[in-house]
């Protein structure tokens, strides 16, 4: 892969001595990583730790008759076992609903099951034991009556009249339908040149992180209170939830999220074991931890993507697109997710779909049900890939039916980089955004003229390769409008502190956790050049309750636009009142002077006059030589919430080069090129790597990865010798450029990018196959891509 590549935009630099912003800096953090001297959750001991195993329902759909724990509480080292009717006294069920989502509906869910199980890998029985072996030999002597009932597994038949239906109480198994119609979409497809129009099918998947979800509750009967020590993403939001479902003052719940191996969004919900575990630390008063188990893992943690979408596309004589129309049915498991729903994917699809383009009518129809499988909810990209893959591959049929080259077709209907800001015609409300600009750099990044020619001989001699472009939009730096105004308390705003130490040294703390993505790095980056000190005199704190501003987390791409926003204004605002401080100590006025690398300067001559050091010692240790009624304030506090937009769009486009090989339907991934517009680069070695890793990620689900279930809502490949997760060896070597195009809406002007390389991927890769599947008038739509469907597609195999 090609080294991070820097290139001068005329951005304006944010400060007088802009050092970092905008450079490669290694990450902050790294040394200690590598060093093995992170610390996970699973490396934390407490005094007097007790270990909670789960006996999870082995079938899709059950009645629990009876439970007989008598044999498992004779085992060595057993503490307590629990079930699901002993548990609903601790801890109230939850129903993960939106208001502003119309009309959803879930059922109550309690933490351990209470009479039915409702998926294969359901919570039912905690045991808890002095050791984790302990608690699985005991497991093993639950004994479980249950009547199997049938379940519902295929989401085409979930509202049929003969399906059974999940929760008699909520009278179907729709979850929650969505429909929007600009009005004259008939009249565009009976107007059009042409139609086009195709069924895509996309496979369960889940987030295969190194660390598996954990925590550890640690209940305080002496004060009171309760401190849980969590691998998740939104530490603040896991505070609210637990003092909501157990009853308790927000301020006698700590949420600590110390290292995070990785969240890809299934650590942003919160699950029925992870209140288990809270409430067995309350009844038992102490510590009692919970690690997965991979395999538990493939059925407990949230899946993402099983969509049905039937698309069609209308253009004019000259290309133009003129309406798109899709109908998205997609299956979400027996409940809605806690407190994000389940809903939202879905959702996310209608106002994503065409996104990129200038047409005027668009029509769409959700429909979101219920089954007996794992529930599905957010996972990185939310929605993105599959609109993406919609949207681009109706793209590629229209263009393919007028022949029309597909990178010219883009060309001539995104929005025009001057047009913004505007409306998607979903209402999605759009800023700036720079299609054009990116599908100019990636046909010269590519040589896409040569790269044509080349495939055009190839194919002469029998080898078939394919180009495929995705054109994408991304939500990121989220407003209130999420999440605030369906009624979860999910913070839009961020809070960030800064704090000058007595030898100089700056601390940052802020709620935006560390998962792996580099965000200490970028913090430091931003709060150094904000007060104007060396990055190595930077420390960050994150992810503790106690310590850290109240603030959202790590989702939605927001942590480097909003995080940092708060990290910058936090800087700025520590800056003026060191130099307050300095001209009280030099007699000087402060506007001649400045902060410039840890010491304070005369901004005419550059002459240092103190440095921070001595600053500090003055302010902490000798306020009685400054003036009366004058005290140093070297610890401030700032807020920033993005309200300008609902959301601030990332946009880029993706190119894949291919080569399938006819006779088995294996695909070769060759190449892979990627122009993002993140607004203002903050970090361009840290950008890419992201982009890069989310690109592997979606090429995982349009390649490899499927959650495959029988007829009986059972996981047939729950383990990593089955489930298939993309390796280096398979991946292409990945370009990544960009274009600069800062968000208004903050002073820092970045916008995510966390998540952008996972919306376009499968789509570029999906239109790369078809492109080498055109010769024989060949097409596949249904992720993965697996050499089945490609030898399918061609009437190789039946």
Known sequence: MNAPERIPTGLAPLTDDN??????????????????????????????????????????????????????????????????????TLCKPWVATLAHLA????????????????????????????????????????????EELPPVVDMETALDAATPVIHPDLGDNLCFTRSLDTGGVDQAFAQAHAVAEASFDFGRHTGVTLEPRCQIADWNPGDLRLTVYHSQQAPHMMQDLYARQFDLPESSVRVICKDVGGSFGIKVHAYPDDFATVALSILLKRPVKFVADRLESFVSDI???????????????????????????????????????????????????????????????????????????????????????????????AAHKIGMDPLEMRKRNVIPDDAYPCSGISGIKLEVLSHEACLNKIETMMDYAALRAEQEALRRKGIYRGIGFATVIELTNPSAAFYGVGGARISSQEGATAKL?????????????????????????????????????????????????????????????????????????????????????????????????????????METLMPLSELGRIAYFRPDTL???????????????????????????????????????????????????????????????????????????????????????????????????PMASEMPDIDVAHIETPTASSKLGAKGAGEAGTAGAPAAVMNAINDALAPFDAAVFSQPFTPEKILRALGKVK
């Open 501 to 605: 130490e007595p030898t100089g040294t700056v601390t940052i703390m802020i709620g935006v956790g560390e998962q792996g993505q580099g965000t200490e790095g970028i913090f430091a980056q931003i709060a150094a050049d904000a007060v104007g000190v060396d990055i190595d005199k930077v420390r960050i704190v994150t992810g503790d309750t106690d310590v850290t501003p109240y603030g959202g987390g790590t989702w939605a791409s927001r942590g480097a636009g909003i995080g940092g926003e708060a990290v910058l204004q936090a800087g700025l605002a520590l800056r003026d009142n060191i130099l307050a401080v300095a001209e009280k100590i030099l007699g000087r006025d402060g506007a001649g002077m400045a902060v410039r690398r840890g010491d304070i300067v005369a901004v005419d001559t």
């Open 303 to 397: 899946h993402a993507r099983e969509h049905r979408v039937r698309g069609r596309i209308a253009v004019a004589p000259g290309g133009e697109i003129t309406a798109f129309e899709i109908d998205d049915l997609t299956g979400i498991g027996p409940y809605s997710m806690f407190p994000r729903t389940s809903a939202i994917e879905g959702n996310q699809v209608v106002n994503l779909v065409g996104g990129p383009y200038r047409h005027q009518q668009y029509r769409a129809h959700l429909n979101v049900v219920f089954q007996n499988k794992t529930p599905t909810c957010q996972y990185r990209g939310v929605g993105h890939p599959i609109a993406c893959a919609v949207t681009e591959g109706l793209v590629d049929l």
């Open 103 to 146: 009309g959803m509906k879930s059922a109550p869910q309690y933490p351990l099951a209470v009479d039915r199980a409702c998926w294969q890998g359901e919570p039912v029985v905690a045991i808890v034991a002095e050791t984790r072996a302990q608690a699985e030999d005991a497991l093993q002597f639950v004994l479980v009556d249950w």
């Open 19 to 88: 050092r970092y912003i905008g450079e490669s800096v290694a990450r902050s953090g790294a040394r200690r990583l590598t060093e093995g001297r992170g610390s996970y959750l699973d490396d934390l001991r407490l005094a007097r730790m007790v270990h909670v195993v789960y006996w999870r329902s082995p079938v899709a759909h059950a009645r629990i008759r009876s439970i007989d724990v008598e044999q498992a509480r004779a085992m060595p080292g057993v503490v307590a076992i629990v079930d699901g009717k002993q548990m609903s």
């Open 627 to 725: 003036p009366a009624g004058f005290t140093a304030e070297l610890m401030v506090t700032r807020h920033y919430a993005q309200r300008d937009y609902p959301f601030i769009f990332t946009n880029g486009v993706q190119a894949s080069y291919v080569e399938v090989d006819v006779d088995t339907g294996f695909v070769k991934l060759l190449k892979h090129w990627v122009v993002e517009d993140c607004g203002r680069v903050l970090n361009p070695m840290l950008v890419d790597e992201q982009m890069r890793g989310a690109i592997v990620q979606g090429i995982g689900g349009a390649m490899f990865e499927e959650c495959l279930y029988d007829e009986n809502g059972l996981m047939k490949n729950g383990s990593m010798a089955d489930y298939l997760v």
